[in-house]
């Protein structure tokens, strides 16, 4: 599975982004998918997470702002980021996890924000 994520950029605080990750390869084989992100100085966390069926997870600190979703017809997949803050700056990156629990990994987009 290869996954290519793009729709990073600079945006003012209390703006909007969305970010997509295209799917490619074995893509039957995806159960799950999701974002995470790395903070300067910080660990990569969860962002949000969303099964082939549409269940969601969410970080308490994106829930209400951030909006997972996924095409699988487009086999792609979403993140719409609405009132960012300065500190949701950081690198976010598409993760996949196969029925029998291999992880793949997207390149990282880097996401500012600036007060």
């Known amino acids: 599975v290869q996954l290519q994520a793009s729709g990073g950029g600079l945006v003012q605080a209390g703006g909007s982004q969305r970010l997509s990750c295209v799917a490619s390869?074995?893509?039957?084989?995806?159960?799950?998918m999701g974002w995470y992100r790395r903070a300067p100085g910080k660990q990569r966390e969860l962002v949000a997470k969303?099964?082939?069926?549409?269940?969601?997870n969410y970080a308490d600190s994106v829930k209400g702002r951030f909006t997972i979703s996924r095409d699988n017809a487009k086999n792609t997949m979403y993140l719409q980021m609405n009132s960012l803050k300065p500190e949701d700056t950081a690198v976010y990156y598409c993760?996949?996890?196969?029925?029998?629990?291999?992880?793949?990994w997207g390149q990282g987009t880097q996401v500012t924000v600036s007060s």
């Open positions: 993760n996949a996890e196969s029925w029998n629990g291999r992880l793949f």
């Open positions: 390869g074995d893509i039957f084989s995806i159960n799950v």
């Open positions: 969303i099964t082939s069926g549409g269940r969601t």
